[in-house]
Nanobody
């Protein structure tokens, strides 16, 4: 079993930055794909970014150039650096892990954290 714990969310003004962390425990996630998703009130889970076990990175169009996903296998942790934040980025951000090639599919991952709230004010 893998436990995921997100951190780093909070309130921020538009144009600001946050770095989210997703720390895994229970076993190594170095062979897993890792994804970040977000869910705004009343909306479905939305794919944000993913990184494969080999380091390939994928982003949704709305965050391309503003967000950067990375992983540190030695720390069993994945990061999401979020710059130039916009009010529409406001959501609960979830980290997911799993042996999947369908990086944008929320249900394709096996494990999920509890989420961290990001609130961007204008």
């Amino acid at each position: 079993q893998v436990q995921l714990a997100e951190s780093g969310g909070g309130p921020v003004q538009a144009g600001g930055s946050l770095r989210l962390s997703c720390a895994a425990s229970g076993r190594t996630v170095r062979t897993y794909s890792m994804g970040w998703f977000r869910q705004a009130p009343g909306k479905e889970h939305e794919f944000v970014a993913a990184i494969s076990w080999s380091g390939e990175k994928y982003y949704t169009d709305s965050v391309e150039g503003r967000f950067t996903i990375s992983r540190d296998n030695a720390k069993n942790t994945v990061y999401l650096q979020m710059d130039s934040l916009k009010p529409e980025d406001t959501a609960v951000y979830y980290c997911r892990a799993g042996a999947t090639d369908y990086y944008t599919n929320y249900e394709g991952y096996h494990y999920r954290g509890q989420g961290t709230q990001v609130t961007v004010s204008s």
